[in-house]
């Protein structure tokens, strides 16, 4: 078994019994995945409800709390996975077997990407089967799934989950507890954030040339945090800076 | 075993270690003993390739710690039982010995083989399924040795592994390297504590950033503290020890009804001393030889750096 696999699997084990993981795992997906069609259900059955036009719009923008979702998520975990070893001072033992610091990365970052990723794949496929329950009367088609939301889940998502924990690795090197980094790792939020409000605005359209170019973007800055976190994260700095 | 040769770390401007030169033979149990930030944690760090060098060499069998290459192959035929135990909390003792076993490529059938075998060895084998932040200080201490054995380490590094902990405690740890140190295992040890030092070390350096001396306990006591001879009297005056210093070269200390003399050789002198004595009319009720500890050589030692 990959050393990477093996530190990810002890740390994906770790979440499971931290009841605020768990819940920051569960409770997004279950509030995006349910609560928004139970929105469009009930603002639609209201007097003058929602229309054929107005639908489409709302639920593009709707697709985007995905994305959202995948790129705070991970904050919460690698904020555990990271500063978690810096409290419990496990490092030094960690850091003492014959892991390269290439491995402990992967692994960390694997166990911070994968439970998010599946939370929101899992509520998204709820989240479109329950929209689609609803709004097919209005429509007279199903909505999803198409290229928009297929776009945010394949691409935007994965990018967004990366460059959080690349992110979270960058700021848990100087935060002393987990919460602090935590909030300062959310601050990844606010430009996806800002794209969100300019959709609602109707200064951008999120329209599949828009994600195209924000997923290349985002893919630009997955690789200079990639850098930037490899940088911190040596054995040396972790050891003397960190503890 | 473990070669070291004129070692040093420097963090920035601060010189933690300097030149420090030493060997450590096979199956040797080697006690660092040193003040507070004499250099112990950063030599220990640099031996198990946690920090890098800044100057000098050491190798580790036939490994080079400044080799990166090097650096993996020492880091498998190492275990490290570190100040701070660094346990996972939220894991059980088998979880955690279990991430390490792996993390080590201990095959299944040994590494669990070893887990049940160190649990046992440090009765911790009833608790395997509790989680580790509900154990004592004690019971992670001991986990955390079971940890660094996990994978049949040729090499122990241990950083002060009995401080903070109880009496009892600190005699099962010490039982337990006692144990480790038959089955031939060489063993690194930093402690504060000259009493588990004198009981466990085959032999000692004495540490405070450069390397003061090296040696074992008994070679230590007697290279650099002389005997004493303490004699008791039924009264001690200050005629007495006049007409005593006029008699005898020795020096003489008076403390209340004793007078404690330097000896070199107490079985020629003391006899001398003691006939002193009587012809100066003291009346002697006891005689001892003070033997100087290794705390009375360590303090002797890290108060002349100063």
């Known amino acids: 078994m990959s050393k990477a696999w093996i530190v990810a699997t002890k740390d994906m084990r770790i979440f499971l019994r931290k009841k605020y993981a768990l819940y920051s795992l569960v409770i997004f997906p279950l509030i995006v995945g349910i609560g928004l069609p139970l929105v469009l259900h009930f603002v639609g059955a209201r007097q003058g409800g929602l229309s054929s036009t107005r639908l489409p719009i709302i639920m593009n923008a709707f697709s985007f709390f995905f994305l959202i979702g995948a790129a705070t998520l991970p904050t919460v975990l690698a904020s555990y996975s990271l500063v978690g070893e810096k409290i419990e001072k496990s490092l030094e033992p960690l850091l003492a077997a014959p892991i390269t610091d290439s491995e402990l990365l992967l692994g960390k970052s694997i166990a911070a990407f994968i439970p998010p990723i599946a939370a929101i794949y899992i509520s998204s496929i709820v989240f479109m089967v329950l929209a689609d329950l609803v709004t097919h009367n209005t429509l007279g088609y199903l909505y999803f799934p198409n290229w928009t939301i297929g776009l945010i889940l394949l691409l935007l998502a994965p990018l967004s989950a990366i460059l959080s924990v690349e992110w979270s690795v960058i700021v848990s090197s100087r935060a002393s507890d987990a919460r602090a980094a935590q909030m300062q790792g959310l601050f990844i939020m606010l430009p996806l954030a800002a794209i969100y409000v300019a959709s609602e605005v109707g200064a951008i359209s999120l329209d599949t040339k828009t994600l195209l170019i924000i997923s290349a973007v985002i893919l630009a800055a997955d690789i200079i945090l990639f850098f930037l976190s490899t940088k911190t994260f040596q054995r040396e700095e972790i050891l003397t800076k960190w503890t | ?306």
């Open chain 2, 1 to 306: 075993m473990i070669t070291v040769e004129n070692l040093t770390k420097k963090f920035g401007e601060v010189t933690a270690v300097e030149g420090l030169t030493f060997r450590v033979k096979e199956g040797e149990v080697f006690g660092f003993l040193g003040p507070n930030g004499a250099g112990k944690t950063t030599t220990i760090r640099m031996l198990c390739c946690l920090i890098s060098k800044t100057g000098g060499e050491a190798t580790i069998v036939d490994y080079q710690i400044s080799k990166a290459a090097d650096s993996l192959q020492i880091r498998k035929m190492i275990g490290l039982v570190p100040d701070n135990v660094g346990l996972y909390d939220d894991l059980t003792a088998f979880e955690n010995l279990d991430f390490y076993g792996k993390l080590y490529e201990c095959p299944e059938e040994r590494r669990k083989e070893n887990i049940k075998r160190f649990l046992k060895m440090l009765g911790l084998w009833e608790r395997k399924d509790i989680r580790a932040g509900s154990f004592s200080k004690g019971m992670k201490q001991k986990l955390a040795l079971a940890r660094a054995l996990i994978h049949d380490p040729q090499i122990l590094f241990m950083d002060e592994p009995t401080a903070n902990l109880d009496p009892e405690s600190a005699k099962t740890v010490r039982d337990f390297i006692l144990e480790i140190k038959k089955q031939g295992r060489t063993i690194f040890l930093n402690t504060h504590n000259l009493d588990e030092a004198q009981r466990v070390c085959d032999r000692i350096g004495i540490i405070k950033t450069k390397l003061l001396t090296v040696g074992n306990p008994e070679q230590l006591r007697e290279s650099l503290s002389k005997p004493k001879t303490e004699i008791r009297l039924a009264q001690v005056n200050e005629a007495l020890v006049s007409a005593l210093r006029k008699r005898i070269p020795n020096k003489i200390e008076v403390s209340g009804d004793k007078l404690i003399i330097d000896v070199t050789n107490p079985d020629k002198e003391n006899p001398t001393i003691i006939a002193a004595i009587t012809s100066s009319v003291g009346q002697v009720r006891e005689v001892s030889q003070l033997v100087p500890t290794l705390e009375d050589v360590y303090l002797q030692i890290v108060k002349e750096t100063k």
